[in-house]
T-cell receptor, first 116, second 115 residues
Framework: GAVVSQHPSWVICKSGTSVKIECRSLDFQATTMFWYRQFPKQSLMLMATSNEGSKATYEQGVEKDKFLINHASLTLSTLTVTSAHPEDSSFYIC????????????FGEGSRLTVL | AQKITQTQPGMFVQEKEAVTLDCTYDTSDPSYGLFWYKQPSSGEMIFLIYQGSYDQQNATEGRYSLNFQKARKSANLVISASQLGDSAMYFCAMWDSNSGYALNFGKGTSLLVTP
């Protein structure tokens, strides 16, 4: 199956700093990527849909100025958590679709963010 | 709007036994897709099985099968011959034509396989 790689796997930062997470589709082109957030023992919640060459579409309640998404190429989307605070600590997972009929999403390994 | 419901927060099963994880969904769209993913403690999301709304037969993938009852809007996952390595979180998810391939997930079921 298709491979999606996410980096870094885990990051610890101080409150007030910004953190960038990269999501790459390694063997296919992804015009659309999705960013999810997962708090401990909870489900995955869709944060935003990232479209190559255009602005991301954010879900209700997700601050677009805080979670900056850039999808500059068909294989790379980035999520930047700006001015991170402890409540932003979470597991962030990206995913992408090859565009097949099933709509199967391929997920990155996830990035665990801890804000001190 | 679509909705996914998993009513079993946790399940236990003995090794080599079969287990059914429940999932019900709600959508007004006639075209949709249903998925099951496994998430071990490492956090990665592992695709298990897919069922399309127009598929006539229940999907099967090795030890995994999906009991698709369209009229009841249920898509239960059946794991046969459970193994210790099956212990993980299991998420039911779906997309419909309005979601642009974005998957919406249920709350998940934690499965523990005991020796």
């Amino acid at each position: 199956g298709a491979v999606v790689s996410q980096h870094p796997s885990w990051v610890i930062c101080k409150s007030g700093t910004s953190v960038k997470i990269e999501c790459r589709s390694l063997d296919f082109q992804a015009t659309t990527m999705f960013w999810y957030r997962q708090f401990p023992k909870q489900s995955l919640m869709l944060m935003a849909t990232s479209n190559e060459g255009s602005k991301a579409t954010y879900e209700q309640g997700v601050e677009k100025d805080k979670f900056l998404i850039n999808h500059a190429s068909l294989t790379l989307s980035t999520l930047t958590v700006t001015s991170a605070h402890p409540e932003d600590s979470s597991f962030y997972i990206c995913s992408a679709s090859e565009g097949t009929d099933t709509g199967e999403l391929f997920f990155g390994e996830g990035s665990r963010l801890t804000v001190l | 709007a679509q909705k996914i419901t998993q009513t079993q927060p946790g399940m236990f099963v003995q090794e080599k036994e079969a287990v059914t994880l429940d999932c019900t969904y709600d959508t007004s769209d006639p075209s949709y897709g249903l998925f099951w993913y496994k998430q071990p403690s490492s956090g990665e999301m592992i695709f298990l099985i897919y069922q399309g709304s127009y598929d006539q037969q229940n999907a099967t993938e090795g030890r995994y099968s999906l009991n698709f009852q369209k009229a009841r809007k249920s898509a239960n996952l059946v794991i046969s011959a459970s193994q210790l390595g099956d212990s993980a979180m299991y998420f039911c998810a779906m997309w419909d034509s309005n979601s642009g391939y974005a998957l919406n997930f249920g709350k998940g079921t934690s499965l523990l396989v005991t020796p």
